[in-house]
C-alpha cells in the first residue's frame, strides 16, 4: 500500500541502467545490461562471484565509470557526475565506519559533507540512530559495537540525509546466520517505512527471494532474467536461473 502511494508521488527513487557496459582488460565485467528499480521497490542484484554485480553497483554509484551505456536516478542522467552529487545511500559488506570517529560523528558526516549546521547534523544524526535502534551508542566509536551493530550504523549513515535510493552491496555477508536473519528484517522494515528504493548486490539466493520485490540473475556480466521471486521460482527463463536458483538451501 504505502509503495504505491510513493510511486504515485515521484519517480524520484527510480534508477536505471541502460545499454550498460564495463571491461577489465579481456574481463566483460558488465556486458550490456539494463535495468530499472523502480520508486520504492526492492531490486536484488543476484549471481555468483565474478558475475558483475558489485560492477554494476559501483557504476550507479559513481565509482566507476562504464565504457558504455548510461545511468539514471529519478529523471537525471548522471552518468557524467560525481559520486557524492548522484544523492545516492551506500552500505557496503565490512569497512565501512571511519574507525577514528564516534558512532555520532561517523553517521553525521554526510550531512557535515552537505555543509549543513552542526546542530541539526546532530539532531539528524540522532534521529536516524535512532531509527536502527542504537540511541545509547551514539558516544561510543565503532571497534566497540559488535558486526551487526556496526553494520546499524552505517546504514544510520546511509539514510540520515534521506537519500531516494539506497545501494547496498553484500551488506550481511559478514554476519553469522542469525544476526543476519535479524537484519534481513530490519532492513525490509526499514525500506518500508522510508519508502526508499534498494538495490541489494548478493550471493545468497536465500536472502534475494525472502527479501526482494523482484530480482536481477546475472551470470558472467550479463542479464538472465528479472522477475518477482515467484517468477524465477515458477518460471526460470534459462537453465542457468533454474540450476542457480534450485540451489537455495
Ligand atoms: P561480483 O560482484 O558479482 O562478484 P564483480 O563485479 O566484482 O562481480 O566482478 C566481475 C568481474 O570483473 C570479475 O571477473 C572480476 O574479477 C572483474 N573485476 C572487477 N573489478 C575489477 C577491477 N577493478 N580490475 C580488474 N578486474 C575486475
Ligand atoms: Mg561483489
Aim: glycine share 8%; charged share 25%.
Amino acid at each position: 500500500m504505502a509503495r504505491e502511494i510513493v510511486l504515485g508521488q515521484s519517480d524520484r527513487g527510480r534508477v536505471a541502467v541502460d545499454g550498460l557496459i564495463r571491461h577489465f582488460g579481456s574481463v566483460r565485467a558488465v556486458d550490456g545490461v539494463s535495468l530499472a528499480a523502480e520508486s520504492g521497490e526492492f531490486l536484488a542484484l543476484l549471481g555468483p562471484s565474478g558475475s558483475g554485480k558489485s560492477t554494476i553497483l559501483m557504476c550507479i554509484a559513481g565509482f566507476e565509470t562504464p565504457d558504455a551505456g548510461r545511468v539514471t536516478v529519478g529523471d537525471r542522467d548522471v552518468t557524467a557526475i560525481p559520486p557524492q552529487r548522484r544523492e545516492l545511500g551506500m552500505v557496503f559488506q565490512r569497512y565501512t565506519l571511519f574507525p577514528h570517529m564516534s558512532v555520532l560523528d561517523n553517521i553525521a558526516f554526510p550531512l557535515k559533507m552537505r555543509g549543513v549546521a552542526r546542530a541539526e547534523r546532530e539532531a539528524r544524526a540522532r534521529e536516524a540512530l535512532a531509527t536502527v535502534r542504537l540511541t545509547e551508542y551514539g558516544a561510543r566509536m565503532p571497534a566497540q559495537l559488535s558486526g551487526g551493530q556496526q553494520q546499524r550504523v552505517a546504514l544510520a549513515r546511509a539514510i540520515v540525509y534521506r537519500p531516494p535510493v539506497l545501494l547496498m552491496d553484500e551488506p550481511l555477508s559478514a554476519l553469522d546466520k542469525a544476526l543476519r536473519e535479524e537484519m534481513q528484517l530490519e532492513i525490509k522494515h526499514l525500506q518500508r517505512e522510508l519508502g526508499v528504493t534498494v538495490v541489494f548486490v548478493t550471493h545468497d539466493q536465500t536472502e534475494a527471494l525472502t527479501m526482494a520485490d523482484r530480482i536481477a540473475v546475472l551470470d558472467h556480466g550479463r542479464l538472465c532474467q528479472v522477475g518477482t521471486p515467484r517468477d524465477l521460482y515458477e518460471a526460470p527463463q534459462d537453465p542457468f536461473v533454474a540450476r542457480f536458483i534450485g540451489e537455495t538451501n
